[in-house]
């Protein structure tokens, strides 16, 4: 009789507990309650999976606290749910959740940063997507030694911040943001181009300053090469440059700038101003992006002097001085 208790109380457990686990089974294949969009959902560190289940359903990402928990323990115990932030999908499941949380799959952040910022416009982006300071970032942009390998002689991340679009979880720091930036443009400009600049008898720092002069002069593509080779054509003779970007950078830098270019600002004193300095400013006047870093390196044949814009985004390019006036006189008059 006894034994027949035993048993029959075996049975009834075993049962109860395949339909308890037959029942955490559907409830873990039930969709999120009812959202129409994403939701981002914040773990703090430290926090069990009781609290990060109320919180879950006060939020409305899942219909029941206590399911929840009871799949958590029966499936994944005793692995750990990670901190951070996630993006939950209306279609997932509180078993997906549950995996995206023990696998610690945190959302990232598109940012994208665009050819040609300067690094305080660059900061203002990733400022305005909610990341860091702009005490942080400006600390960040003063560790140059993390280009030195590069330029020796850089007093900041200015030219080295390449442009591209940075997928970063939410609290990412300044400095490493910065830090995989540089990172990247470390393994754009690799080894064959930097002995491509050593065969234009240039240091890393002269290419990427021409580089960024390519950048603010035109956005087209097909003519990056051409303005190469007007600016190292004009190096060549030892002629001034006369690039207005590099005085907007000097302006700008000195917070004068209001959005136009006046004749008196061709006289700035500044040793950025190469309407005044012959050869290349000091250095980058933006972050140039790979094509212009390429045309920097590996200008057109082409044997220009002088280009004019359109006013269209495309420019003019004459090889005397007499075709450049011309040109001037035509879209510029």
Known sequence: MFLRIIKTALILAHALILSLAGWLILESRG???????????DVEKGKGVRVIAETLKLKGIIRKQWPFVLQYEFFFFPQSLKAGEYQF?????SQEILEDLIRGK???HAVT??????????????????FGTSGEFFKAFGEAELIFPWDAKARNLEGYLFPETYSLPKGFPAKEIFGKMVSLFKAVFDESWRRRADELRMSVREVVTLASLIEKETSLPEEKKLVSAVFH?????????????????????KGLFDGRLHTKDLKLDNPHNTYLYPGLPPGPICNPGRESLRAALYPASDDSFYFVSRNDGSHVFSRTLKEHQAAVRKYQN
Do not use: H, W
Not at 31 to 41: M, T
């Open 31 to 41: 969709a999120l309650a009812a959202k129409a969009q994403p939701v981002l959902f």
């Open 89 to 93: 999908q209306p279609s997932q499941s």
């Open 106 to 108: 945190i959302y990232l």
């Open 113 to 130: 940063v665009a050819e040609g910022l300067t690094a305080r416009e660059l900061t203002d982006v990733f400022l305005s997507a909610g």
């Open 233 to 253: 054509n004009r190096l060549g003779r030892g002629m001034k440059l006369d690039c207005d970007p590099t005085i907007i950078y000097a302006l700008k830098e």
